[in-house]
């Protein structure tokens, strides 16, 4: 789309249906390769980074399929390698979570950096500690990861920042290692406890996601599922600033103010009617906003980076 023409001045009204989270069902397609089976996927979101994903699925052997509007169909049974090309791995940021469970699965993995954003390169320095605290044995010359474990080993290990994507990969390959690997200053996002809920779902042992400490017993036999991937909270959050900064009256189906607790506190600050119910949220918003106190990003439960722009947007 090279082009798109917005005609202000009306309020918003209506109902619509919160998306599945797209920083939810990455790790999500990245772990169907520890089930070696069938993985029906509900709420999934029609994006480009799911479409690389499952890009790479294919190249590997595996089947995806999609049926009906956001349902995935996966099938890693026939999974037959373990190599992703650079090709691949430069459509989206975020590939590098293929390669935990591409070394839990198969004992070896072989991949580029990752690449496909516009930010810039995007380290996975702490991802590769944690593996090679696993028993990986990773050699990075050329650009190129290639990565051996025979036989992970669950540890402790310790990140010295609290990274998503490090948490999750660390998730993944600890499934496949022997032992408990215990990860200690882990990301505390929804979209963990999501990942943990999936793993646990196909007979995975995790526990502590949403706190600083996740546990992994390792070396359980996993199997396909039927799961429903949570409702994407920046989605949400757009909406609702959306809302606030034309006026009107909206209602998210399926949205979960618990995710995005510091957002709405911003919005109720500058003058939105919030209500959470079962079903979703609602916004009204009548009057003209007022200004806030200073807003800080924070990793979660802290401002999330990602609200930060369309909440400023808002307040203009």
Same mark, same amino acid.
Not at 91 to 103: C, D, K, N, P, V
Not at 228 to 237: C, G, L, N
């Given at each position: 789309m090279s082009q798109l023409t917005i005609r202000g001045g009306s309020c918003l009204g209506g109902e619509t249906e919160i998306q599945g989270a797209k920083n939810s069902v990455l790790p999500i397609l990245a772990a169907t390769l520890l089930t070696a089976g069938q993985v029906e996927l509900r709420g999934c979101p029609r994006l480009r980074d799911v479409d690389a994903s499952i890009h790479i699925l294919r190249d590997l052997g595996c089947t995806a399929r999609w049926e009906g509007e956001n349902v995935l169909l996966v099938d890693t049974r026939n999974l037959n390698g373990c190599a992703v090309s650079e090709r691949l791995m430069r459509?989206?940021?975020?590939?590098?979570?293929?390669?935990?469970?591409?070394?839990a699965r198969c004992g070896q993995a072989e991949l580029s950096y990752p690449g496909g954003c516009e930010l810039g390169p995007r380290p +996975?320095? /702490?991802? @590769?500690?944690?593996?090679?605290?696993?028993?990986?044995?990773?050699?990075? %010359?050329? =650009?190129?990861?290639?990565?051996?474990?025979?036989?992970?080993?669950?540890?402790? +290990?310790? /990140?010295? @920042?609290?990274?998503?994507?490090?948490?999750?990969?660390?998730?993944?390959? %600890?499934? =496949?290692a022997d032992g408990v690997t215990t990860i200690s200053n882990a990301a505390?996002?929804?979209e963990i406890v999501d990942l943990q809920q999936f793993l646990t779902a196909c007979?995975?042992?995790?526990?502590?996601?949403?706190?600083?400490?996740?546990?992994?017993?390792?070396?359980?036999?996993?199997?396909?599922?039927?799961?429903?991937?949570?409702?994407?909270?920046?989605?949400?959050?757009?909406?609702?600033?959306?809302?606030?900064?034309?006026?009107?009256?909206?209602?998210?189906?399926?949205?979960?103010?618990?995710?995005?607790?510091t957002v709405t506190a911003v919005l109720r600050e500058a003058g939105c009617s919030i209500r959470s119910e079962e079903r979703g949220m609602a916004c009204v918003c009548r009057d003209r906003l007022t200004a806030v106190r200073p807003v800080r990003t924070a990793p979660y439960p802290g401002f999330p980076t990602d609200a930060q722009a369309i909440l400023m947007a808002a307040l203009l």
């Open positions: 459509e989206m940021r975020s590939s590098a979570i293929f390669l935990g469970a591409i070394l +996975i320095d /702490l991802h @590769l500690s944690g593996l090679r605290d696993l028993g990986a044995e990773i050699d990075d %010359a050329g =650009g190129v990861l290639h990565c051996k474990a025979p036989c992970l080993q669950g540890r402790e +290990i310790v /990140l010295s @920042l609290p990274s998503v994507g490090a948490t999750e990969n660390l998730m993944l390959a %600890a499934c =496949g505390r996002e929804p007979g995975a042992k995790v526990s502590g996601a949403g706190t600083s400490t996740v546990s992994v017993e390792g070396g359980k036999p996993l199997h396909g599922c039927t799961y429903t991937v949570m409702p994407d909270r920046i989605v949400t959050a757009t909406y609702l600033c959306a809302a606030a900064s034309a006026g009107g009256e909206i209602f998210l189906q399926g949205a979960r103010e618990a995710h995005l607790s």
